[in-house]
Every structure is written in structure tokens, then in C-alpha cells.
């Protein structure tokens, strides 16, 4: 009845049935308590698993296993000594050791065994779980980018990410915060002999005219030639459940950006059947570029312009039951905004198939494919005045073949992963100065030393064309200690137009002891720009 949603008519059926009818079957206490649980009655399910321990199935591994799982929303430590309790029944754990929630053996004995049984597998996935979701950790990381190619003053970006970032647990669940500075420098615009320059950067490359038709020679641009930013300190926080159903967070960026906003999101993920779906609202950064995530400001009429934000949905749905194979799926839409900035719209649907070649605690290899199809609805990757800076083709189409090694022992963790891709992509033509609005604003602030002046529109042609490209990436994590762990890794991305680097170092600490597993496979923080 409970199974088929028929939940009062379950609670009847339930009260008719005494405690002294279980009699001592183990399995049917067990049974009871989990039905009692269905219905809406937790604490009822605790009683009833407490009283069978307390009789015929105080050695029932099961048991102690099942009650810890009421217990680790509102009672985490004992619901941790049950598992301690169950651990010891089961043969991982020594009986001086059973009681010591916080001692190294038990997190010892939390680590993945390739022997081990279905049972013993989940005690110790439920060891590890319940002790890190309320062990507190406070992580420093730097991130460091790096692009050869593009264009000096615009698109050839360096950029430095120091983040400090907590966690603890809180309100059932686990609560974060984040602070994070960035440092940007694009470099300097190549300049003519009298020290200006006309590139496509805000209005320099403007060419204006009088009503009259008679032409206006402008200067070029000398102010701004270095465009970088030491930006101030961002804000965020989030929490999530501790089932992995809701997450939420709220941020601010970072003091010092050119455009400043609020940013954030919240997740709702299940499983229906063998799938596991979620869905996200969220209102995000883009961070391609110094014009695109912070702003930039024209260095003729002063105005700011860019701080590009994409506010939408994106949903998901992933299978994997634990063989061999398993997919992933994702498809987002947004609407993407920033000051002085024309507005669009993204699509995007990205799907990839996996195959575990080897699926040990210790070592995996997995092999796939992938494929990522975008739609823009206009082209605004320039960085004249009304453009995003940010690459936004009208099609673009991807295939990709990823090969991953991950492999742990009990102080180190590493990652190493390849892929090569091929893709297609085109952009229609568009205005150069796509946002009428800004252009007018910013011809008005000319006009007291100008006069009235009018801009002759420029039309970008149309382009497109075919590319392939390659991604490396390597992770390095190692125990120090119970409490520090030290990370690295680096990736090397390289195709058509776009050859980034990236370099991160990092330092957790964690304020119990942990003597289980490191991450497999390792997850180093991301900045919060980079949040889905």
C-alpha cells in the first residue's frame, strides 16, 4: 500500500499490527520500520528499530545500518556510532574502535575494498558520507589562466583567481561561503607613432560624419592602453541537502568591476526510475573575456559598457546504474544581458555516452563520446561599443572523443584526461555597433566638442568555417596529513582561434581527521563565475 501512495490506508493496516506479531524475525522488524518510514512517520521507524536492537537483532548488521540512516538528519553523531556499531558487526572495524566516532580507524575503515559485497560497500559509502558531510573545511586555491592567442587589449587575457572558500555543516545539510579576488590584464593595445590607437575596443574605430554628410576625423584612442583590473573582493554563499536534492547560492561580484551585479541559483535534482534529472534557474556570469565578466569602459566618451550576465534554465538527465555504460545529457537556455550591451539569446544541447573499461576503488578508464550543439541568436563577440565580447556563433556543432585514467592509493590521487573534438560553426553578418541606444549616448557626450555627429553603420560579414582541437588536462591531489591535503592540476586546450592554459594550486584542510579515500576522481574548486 505505502509502494502505491496509499499512505493513510497503509497507516491503518499498520496500527492493526502489535509489536509482539513481528515476533523475532529480524527481517520483519526491519520491514515494519521501513514502512513506517514510507508513511510519514520517522521517528515511529527509529522506535521500532530500537526496540528490535534492543532485543533478537542486536547483531543484525542490517539493523544498525538502516537506523543510522533515520538518524543522520537530526541526530548525525549517533547515527554515526550506529554505523560504527555496524561496521564492527560486519568485521571492518575493531570492537575498541567501534565507539570512537572521531578516531582515524574508523575513517580508515571507510575506504573502498575491491572484495567487498554489496553490504559492506554501502557501510562504508554511509561512513564516509555521513563523517565528511559533517566535517567543517576551509580550502585556499589560485587559479591561473593563461591565453597566447587573440588579440592584445582585448582578447588575449590573463587572469589570476584566489579564492577561500568553507564549508560546514548546516540546517541538515551543508552550507558554504566563498570569497574570491581576481587579477586581469589583456594586455596593451598596439598603438600608432602618436601613441593612439584605432582598433575595435568601444568607439575608437567609430567613423562619424555631420548631419551634413561632410566627414569628422576623430583621434584615436590614447587612454586605457593597458586594459587590466585588480578587482576587489566577491561575496558568495550557498547550501545544499544533504541527499543532493536542493542547492542554492547568492552572490556578488567582486568590488572593482567595471559592471557589477547579483548572481545566483538554485537546483532541484531526483531520480525518476533508472534516471537522475535535475533542474536549475540560475543567473550567471560570462567570463570569456575582461570586457565580458567585468566591464570596460570606452576610452572616448566614458562609457561603461559589457558585464555580460546569462539568467535562465538548464535541465539535465544522466543514466548509470552501475554497469559499464552510462549517459549524459544537458540542455540550457538563456538570456544574456550586460550594460550598454545588445541583448541575446543561447540554446544549447549537449549530450555524451561513457564505457567504464575498468571501474576499481582504486583505478578507472573510461572511454566515450560527446557531441554540443549552440545557437546564439546574434553574433556579439566583438568589443566595440555595444558588443559582449564573448564568442557567439549562430551554429556550432561539436563531436568529441574523451579518454580519462583516474587512480588513487591511500595518499595520493591523479587524474589524467584526453580528448580530441571536431567542429563546425557559422555567424551571420551583423552590426558592428549593435546597440543603438549606447551609440546615441555616447555621440551625445562627443557633441559638445564635435557638434552634432551621426555614425555610419558597419556591417561585420558573415563567417564560419571548420576546426579540430585538443584538450589535456592532469590532477594531482596528496595527503599531507589527516587534516591537509595539497592539489595541482593543469590544462591545455588548443583549437581554431582559442588556445588557453590554466594552472591551479590548492590547500584543504579539514577539522576532523580523515583517513579515508581522496576523491576519485579529483574535483578542485571552480570559480564562482564558472558555476552552471
Known sequence: LAAEGELESARAHLAQVPAAALGDDTGRWRQFALVQEAIGEPAAARTTLRQALAGTAADDVQSWRDLARLERRDDPSHALQDLAQAMRLAGLLAAADATAIDAPALTLASRAQAGDDWLR???????ASLYQGQNPSLTLQQDSDRRGDGTPGRSRLSRDTRMLHGEMPLAGGRGWLRLEQQRFDAGRFRTDGDGSHSEDFGTCSLVVRRPDGSPVALPGCSGGLRQRLDSGVGVAAGWNDAEGRWSFDLGRTPGGYRVGRWLGGATLAATLGAFDWSATVSRR??????????????PRSGLAWGGVTASGVTLSLGYDVGGADGFWSNWSWRRLSGRNVADNQRARAMAGWYHHLIDRPDLRFDVG????????????????LGQGGYYSPQGYLSLGLPVSVAWRNANWSVLGEASVSVSVAHSDAGELYPAHGALDAALRRLEPVYGELVADPVIRRAGGGRGNGYRLRLEVERRLDGHFVLGASTTLQRSQDFSPNTFRLYLRYVWQPWQGDLPLPIAPLEPYAERR
Open 285 to 298: 556570469p560570462l567570463d570569456p573575456s575582461l570586457l565580458t565578466e567585468a566591464g570596460a569602459v570606452d
Open 369 to 384: 563520446a560527446s557531441a554540443m550543439a549552440w545557437h546564439y541568436a546574434r553574433d556579439l563577440g566583438d568589443y566595440t
Open 121 to 127: 560497500r554501502g557501510l562504508r559509502n554511509d561512513v
